[in-house]
């Protein structure tokens, strides 16, 4: 699904306005991978990775496969839900409410060095968007620790998450 910037039709020209064109998602498999179609997808070394005909991404953080999901979500017992033991005292570590590493521009996926996916440009499907972050870029969880999922919290740092390969 190539992502292009259509521009509207001037009313001058005579033209209508088209629609505007829906933005990619990302949609939240129960208990599994994030779902996404991007053009732009790299890893932390500047290497482009193919994901324009629709990619699963790792968000439990045991794939062998890093960043594709190699179904461990299921082998692990990986679960998304937000339960009472997971959602700390007090506002979480989290990554949401900081700006974007680059400017905003068309919709990608940054995987940094052993932490979250840099999202920008994309609309996410989950009903648990924290207060105040931002929906043009933000940090979903890719080490399956966040308490904050499916957002970052820097919990990759505590339990020392490792993928080299991104």
Not at 2 to 18: D, F, M, N, W
Not at 140 to 162: A, E, V, W, Y
Request: aromatic share 6%; proline share 10%.
């Amino acid at each position: 699904m190539k992502q292009e910037t259509v521009a509207p039709l001037s009313r001058e020209a005579g033209g209508p306005s088209p629609p505007d064109k829906p933005r990619p998602r990302i949609r939240l498999s129960r208990d599994g991978p994030y779902l996404v179609t991007v053009d732009d997808l790299t890893n932390s070394k500047g290497e482009r990775l193919s994901g324009s005909l629709g990619i699963a991404l790792c968000r439990c953080g045991a794939s062998r496969n890093q960043p594709f999901c190699d179904s461990s979500h299921i082998r692990i017992g990986f679960s998304d839900d937000r339960r009472p033991e997971r959602t700390p005292a007090g506002r979480p570590e989290t990554r949401h409410d900081q700006p974007c590493p680059r400017a905003v521009g068309a919709p990608s996926i940054r995987i940094s060095h052993n932490g979250p996916y840099e999202v920008q440009g994309f609309d996410l499907d989950t009903g648990n968007w924290p207060e105040g972050a931002s929906r043009e870029c933000f940090f979903l969880c890719r080490c399956g620790g966040s308490k904050n999922k499916p957002f970052c919290d820097g919990t990759h740092r505590r339990i020392d998450f490792q993928d080299d390969r991104n």
